[in-house]
C-alpha cells in the first residue's frame, strides 16, 4: 500500500511536467489516494464484519491492481486521478480490514508491539518507493513507475489469499446485518485515537513528500535528495518495532509518545533555516516512529472483540479525511509562500496537533475510569 502510495510523490517533477499542473494540484493528486477513506472505511469495516475481513482484503487489493494499471496508461491528469481513487477505494479496505486481522491475532498479547511491526511496513513501502521509482522514472517513464506499483498490489493478493488464516478461536459464523454497536466511549476513544493518527501521518507524509525539493535546494541532486530522504522511511523500520517493544516492556507510553511528536516537530521546524538542514533531519529520522506502533494500539485496546471491524473503520475515517486534504493545504502553503520551508513548519503543526489530541484522549479515558 504505502510502495503505491509514493509513486505520486516520488515522480512529482514529471507529472508537473505531463499534465502542466501547480504543487496544489500535486498535492491533491497525493491526498486522492486516502479520499475514498471519508466515504468508504467505516462501511468497509461493516462489510468485513458482514463478508469476512480477507474477503474484503482480497478485493481491495485487486482494486489497488486496477487502479494503478490505469494510471500507467492514463494520458490526461483526469485519467490519472481516477486511476488514483480506483487504488485508493482499494487501499482503504485493504487497511481497514488488514488492521482488524493482526487486532484479532494479538489482542490482549503484545498487542503495541504487534502493531508497531505492522506499520513498519508503511516506512518499508515509502522507502523503496523514494529508492526505485524516481531512477526507473528517469530510466524509463512515470507510467512505468504506476505499472510497477499496480504489479506489487497483485503479487500482494496472491500472499494473502494463500496464507493468511483466521487465529485459532475466531468466531466461525459472519454477521448477518450491517449496524454500529459502540457505546459512547468507545465512540469518544476511537474518534480522538483517529484525530492522533491522522494528524501524526499528514506530518510524516507532507515531510518525505516536500522534503526532497527543500534539498534540492541546498545542493543535492533530485536522485541524492530522494535518497537521503528515503533515510526517514528506513529508519522507521528498526525504531517503530524497537519503541513498541520498549514501552510496552517498561510501561512507559507516554514518554514514548510525548518525546515522539515534541522532538520530532521542534526539528522539523528548525529544519528549513539551519545551513546544513541534515542535523535537524537525522533527529527527525531517529524518534518520529517511536509513536507509530503506541497510536494504532489506542482503538485495538478501546473496542470491545465484536466492534474492532467498525470500530476501525471509524477511525480510519478521521485518517482518511485528514490525508485526503491536508498535503494539499501543505502544498498550497508551498505555492504562496513561493518557500521549500513551508511544508516543514506545516509538518511541525501537525506535530503540535497529535500532541493536543493525546492529551485529550488521556482525560477522557481517566474521566471514563473514574
Avoid at 228 to 255: C, D, H, K
Avoid at 258 to 265: D, M, S
Wanted: net charge neutral; aromatic share 10%; glycine share 10%.
Amino acid at each position: 500500500m504505502a510502495f503505491q502510495f509514493q509513486s505520486v510523490a516520488s515522480t512529482a517533477p514529471f507529472l508537473v511536467d505531463a499534465f502542466a499542473i501547480d504543487f496544489t494540484w500535486l498535492g491533491t493528486l497525493i491526498g486522492l489516494y486516502m479520499l475514498p477513506g471519508i466515504f468508504i472505511a467505516l462501511p468497509g469495516g461493516m462489510l468485513g464484519q458482514r463478508f469476512g475481513a480477507k474477503n474484503l482484503v482480497l478485493a481491495g487489493l485487486l482494486l489497488m491492481a486496477l487502479g494503478g494499471a490505469l494510471m500507467g496508461v492514463s494520458t490526461s491528469f483526469l485519467t490519472v486521478s481516477v486511476g488514483r481513487l480506483i487504488s485508493g477505494v482499494g487501499a482503504v479496505l485493504f487497511n481497514v480490514l488488514m488492521t482488524k486481522m493482526i487486532a484479532d491475532w494479538f489482542a490482549g498479547r503484545e498487542i503495541v508491539t504487534a502493531m508497531a511491526i505492522l506499520v513498519t511496513s508503511w516506512p518499508v513501502g515509502l522507502a523503496l518507493g523514494l529508492l526505485v521509482f524516481t531512477p526507473l522514472a528517469v530510466s524509463q517513464s512515470w507510467n512505468a513507475v504506476m505499472h510497477v506499483a499496480a504489479l506489487i498490489a497483485l503479487a500482494s493478493l496472491l500472499l494473502v489469499a494463500l496464507i493468511y488464516r483466521d487465529p485459532p478461536g475466531a468466531p466461525a459464523g459472519l454477521s448477518l446485518g450491517l449496524n454500529l454497536t459502540l457505546t459512547r466511549d468507545e465512540w469518544l476513544f476511537v474518534s480522538l485515537a483517529g484525530s492522533i493518527w491522522t494528524t501524526y501521518n499528514v506530518g510524516f507524509i507532507v515531510l518525505i513528500s516536500f522534503l526532497p525539493e527543500l534539498f534540492t535546494a541546498h545542493g543535492y541532486s533530485i536522485t541524492g535528495a530522494g535518497r537521503v530522504v528515503s533515510f526517514l522511511g528506513w529508519m522507521l523500520i528498526p525504531t517503530t518495532p524497537l519503541a513498541g517493544y520498549f514501552a510496552e516492556r517498561l510501561q512507559q507510553p507516554n514518554l514514548f509518545l510525548i518525546g515522539g511528536f515534541l522532538i520530532a516537530g521542534l526539528a522539523a521546524a528548525v529544519l528549513p533555516f539551519a545551513d546544513d538542514p541534515i542535523i535537524a533531519f537525522s533527529i527527525i529520522a531517529a524518534v518520529i516512529g517511536a509513536p507509530a506502533g503506541l497510536i494504532m494500539a489506542l482503538p485495538a485496546k478501546a473496542l470491545r472483540p465484536q466492534n474492532r471491524a467498525s470500530g476501525m473503520g471509524i477511525y480510519f475515517t478521521f485518517y482518511y479525511a485528514g490525508m485526503a486534504c491536508l498535503p494539499g493545504l501543505a502544498g498550497m502553503a508551498r505555492d504562496l509562500t513561493t518557500s521549500p520551508a513551508a511544508p516543514a513548519l506545516f509538518a511541525a503543526g501537525m506535530m503540535a496537533l497529535a500532541l493536543a489530541g493525546l492529551m485529550g484522549f488521556r482525560l477522557a479515558t481517566r474521566s471514563a475510569v473514574d
